[in-house]
């Protein structure tokens, strides 16, 4: 079983950028296909970005394709999630999670894999 840990998070201003990194441990990260998903207070959770177990593939929600990217080190353990150009709508808690199927990346549902979550904040 794996464990992800989330890190990164903070109080940012409108414009700025932020650069989000989960930490894997207790499994094989190079076999896990890995997404951000981010959860406002009073929404639900949503996906935000995913890539595959190589790195070859990225996938991205249409609200932040061409400001944020998602990669991956597997010689690290590690998945980022680079942010730019933020905006107050981009504020809440970011999640870290893992699947083993490389289908479907955008359903929570399908991961196997959590982390606890790091906040985002976006002032205006």
């Known amino acids: 079983q794996v464990r992800l840990v989330e890190s990164g998070g903070g109080l940012v201003q409108a414009g700025d950028s932020l650069r989000l990194a989960c930490a894997a441990s207790g499994g094989t990260f190079s076999v896990y296909n890995m997404g951000w998903f981010r959860q406002a207070p009073g929404k639900e959770r949503e996906f935000v970005a995913a890539?595959?177990?190589?790195?070859?593939?990225?996938y991205y929600a249409d609200s932040v394709k061409g400001r944020f990217a998602i990669s991956r080190d597997n010689a690290k353990n590690t998945v980022t999630l680079q942010m730019s150009s933020l905006k107050p709508e981009d504020t809440a808690v970011y999640y870290c999670?893992?699947?083993?199927?490389?289908?479907?990346?955008?359903?929570?549902?399908?991961?196997?894999?959590w982390g606890q979550g790091t906040q985002v904040t976006v002032s205006s």
């Open positions: 999670a893992a699947k083993y199927t490389t289908t479907s990346y955008s359903n929570p549902g399908l991961y196997n894999y």
């Open positions: 890539i595959n177990w190589s790195g070859g593939s990225t």
